[in-house]
């Protein structure tokens, strides 16, 4: 079945620190790609995504892209910042209309 | 961007009794809606998908009997936890797809962290 795998927290950086968190996924068709980010005591917010082959989501800096060739969607961030201490979820959606498949969740701690 | 609310944010309850939990899409209809669980550290469980009009699809090893969804409006989910038990307590999240989004995205509301003593 499908199914989305993050590398393993707790990922503890100082901040202006440049940040990877990997994500590869499995799936039987071509999803949309999703990453999430949940902020302590609250709901998942959209950070980006990306539908396609070679699209690149971006946004407030994190930036992550669809390979179809290495089944990889890596979150980056150039320089990182003690707001951006959060979980952070890698998601797909298989087609329309289903339910997300999540990773589990990596956690960033950004100190300054 | 599409926002979906969800009440209460906390609740606070005695073993053995019922709470329900309400998701609305607020700025647009939603014909599914998602309820997740969220254990401590853990990542998000579907529950279930909520259709409007007709009866939710349950995940396997949900019970449909203790946990009652009705999706009664285009705009409107609920998750009724009944005979609630401590081991019921967790973070509920319920999302919603914008259905003129094409891009599938789906809106997730802010949870309700559910306590049962």
Redesign the interface.
């Known amino acids: 079945g499908n199914s989305v795998t993050q590398m393993e927290g707790p990922v503890t950086l100082s901040e202006e620190a440049f940040l990877t968190i990997n994500c590869t996924y499995t799936a039987t068709g071509y999803p949309?790609l999703?990453w999430?980010v949940q902020y302590p005591g609250?709901?998942?917010?959209?950070l980006l995504?990306a539908?396609k082959a070679d699209d690149k989501g971006s946004n407030k800096g994190f930036e992550a892209t669809y390979r179809k060739e290495t089944t990889s969607f890596h979150l980056e961030k150039g320089s990182v910042q003690v707001s951006d201490s959060a979980v952070y979820?890698c998601a797909l959606?298989e087609?329309?209309?289903t339910?997300?498949i999540?990773?589990?969740?990596t956690?960033l701690s950004v100190s300054s | 961007g599409a926002v979906v609310s969800q009440h209460p944010s906390r609740v606070i309850c005695k073993s053995g009794t019922s709470v329900k939990i309400e998701c609305r899409s607020l700025d647009f209809q939603a014909t599914t809606m998602f309820w997740y669980r969220q254990f401590p550290k853990k990542s998000l469980m579907l529950m279930a998908t909520s259709n409007e009009g007709s009866k939710a699809t349950y995940e396997q090893g949900v019970e449909k009997d203790k946990f009652l969804i009705n999706h009664a409006s285009l705009t409107l989910s609920t998750l009724t936890v009944t005979s609630a038990h401590p081991e019921d307590s967790s973070f509920y999240i319920c999302s919603a797809r914008e259905p003129t989004d094409s891009t599938d995205t789906q809106y997730f509301g802010p949870g309700t962290r559910l306590t049962v003593l």
């Open positions: 949309s999703f999430y609250e709901g998942l917010q959209l995504k539908t979820f959606s087609k329309a209309g339910a997300l999540f990773g589990k969740g956690t």
